[in-house]
């Protein structure tokens, strides 16, 4: 029976057959895919309905998305710039800000006090040290509760020594009847001093740096003469004795030159053995220079007792007198101020002098600091001219905040003075490019 059936089966219901028994195999033979949710994975469903809604004429999605990209880029450059922008304007503001306002502290102090710059000097270096110290104290290395030194101590007492002097020096000369602008102009003149000295060590220079030397010297000695027939004309009875004491001055500053001159190339030897460690300088410098003031303490007294007697500043706009702070105010202040139940505020005064030396004194370390954070992150060009810049605001602002009437010749010694010496840092630091291009090779 089977057989008969089989034998049939005509040859179109055979090839039939066959198609169909190719197709299961074919089918049993295909992969078999795995299903999530229900969904095969080799199936790809596309919902249009959000974008057909969403669609409007003329108008590409991703052009939309562009604007909310680009908010977005500009806001990841804002924030990665950020820190960067402030540590910028933090240091521009120290330097600007506080060598500018240091400036005017001075000046505001020796033109009635210019035989101060004792306790000046001294305030500053008590002020930068109580700033400094923090960073090197050590509670575990009593008796002095301070930090190991990179340094060794011995190799800062020189720079300590002539640190103290130069200092001292530069506020002496204010007692020899220089004025403050005259003393910015002069002390920019320092280019001249580094290079005698530097020839002196050793060091060779180009034809530009000594151009731009001698130019700068020319616009000191311009500017110096200006102003010395300056105060002989405006005080012609005693011309001879301001004359002479103007030529002190100048001596008393170029000695105050030389040595900072020597100071910077020392500094200069001693971060090349042991490295910047310009912290550690600016703290030790300042502290171990404090027990040379010792013999001026007679000095420091009378200074100081000639400030305490300046014109009072009155404060008591800033203490109003109240029901609710009358009790305790007056409990805290009535050893050192006056005060009188009956009056509406608590007079509380303060000599105008004391408050400038202390602004004077913060300014300093400010503008130490700003100074100091300039020089760690750009070169020894940028330093010298926005240096050079902050001085040269500082001149105007002395001509214009205490009326300092300066003759042309001095204005214009101060023109050559400043454009000698950003002539002379350009020139240093080409060579100081060429240098570094020719041991890289």
Request: hydrophobic fraction near 45%; glycine fraction near 8%.
């Amino acid at each position: 029976m089977a057989r008969r059936s089989k034998s049939n089966i005509s040859p179109a219901s055979a090839a039939t057959m066959v198609g169909h028994q190719a197709n299961g195999s074919r089918r049993r033979n295909a992969p078999v895919h795995s299903q999530s949710n229900g969904i095969p994975f080799g199936t790809k469903e596309i919902n249009a309905a959000p974008m057909l809604e969403s669609a409007r004429p003329g108008i590409n999605p991703d052009a939309r998305m562009t604007v909310s990209r680009a908010i977005g880029m500009a806001g990841a450059m804002v924030h990665s710039a950020l820190p960067a922008i402030v540590s910028w304007g933090l240091t521009i503001s120290l330097i600007f800000g506080g060598c500018c306002s240091n400036v005017f502290a001075l000046e505001a102090i020796v033109k009635e006090e210019p035989e101060s710059g004792l306790l000046i000097t001294f305030t500053q270096f008590v002020v930068t040290m109580l700033f400094t110290w923090p960073a090197h104290f050590s509670a575990s290395r009593p008796p002095f509760f301070l930090k190991p030194t990179a340094v060794p101590l011995i190799r800062w007492l020189p720079n300590i020594v002539i640190f103290f002097s130069v200092n001292m020096l530069n506020n002496f000369a204010f007692g020899y009847n220089i004025s403050v602008p005259v003393h910015i102009i002069l002390r920019s003149g320092g280019s001249m001093t580094t290079m005698l000295v530097g020839f002196i060590w050793g060091k060779r220079y180009t034809r530009m740096q000594v151009f731009s030397v001698a130019m700068l010297t020319l616009g000191v000695i311009i500017a110096a003469m200006s102003d010395a027939q300056s105060k002989g004309k405006n005080s012609p009875s005693d011309s001879v004795t301001s004359t002479s004491s103007f030529m002190t001055g100048l001596s008393i500053l170029f000695l105050a030159q030389l040595l900072s001159a020597v100071m910077g190339l020392y500094t200069q030897a001693t971060y090349s053995t042991y490295g910047p460690h310009w912290h550690e300088n600016l703290f030790y410098s300042h502290f171990l220079s404090l027990p040379l003031f010792l013999p001026f303490l007679p000095s420091l007294r009378q200074q100081l007792s000639q400030l305490l007697m300046s014109q009072p500043l009155d404060l008591s706009s800033l203490w109003p007198r109240t029901d609710q702070n009358i009790s305790w105010i007056d409990k805290i202040y009535s050893l050192f101020i006056t005060s009188r139940k009956q009056s509406p505020t608590i007079s509380l005064r303060i000599p105008t002098h004391m408050v400038t030396l202390a602004l004077n004194a913060l300014t300093q370390y400010a503008c130490i600091r700003g100074v100091n954070l300039l020089g760690a992150r750009t070169s020894a060009l940028g330093v010298s001219i926005v240096l050079n810049v902050r001085k040269l605001i500082s001149l105007f602002a002395s001509i214009w905040l205490f009326g300092n009437s300066l003759p042309w010749g001095v204005l214009l010694g101060a023109a050559v003075v400043f454009g000698s010496g950003g002539v002379y840092a350009w020139e240093g630091q080409r060579i100081g490019s060429r240098e570094r291009a020719r041991k890289m090779r």
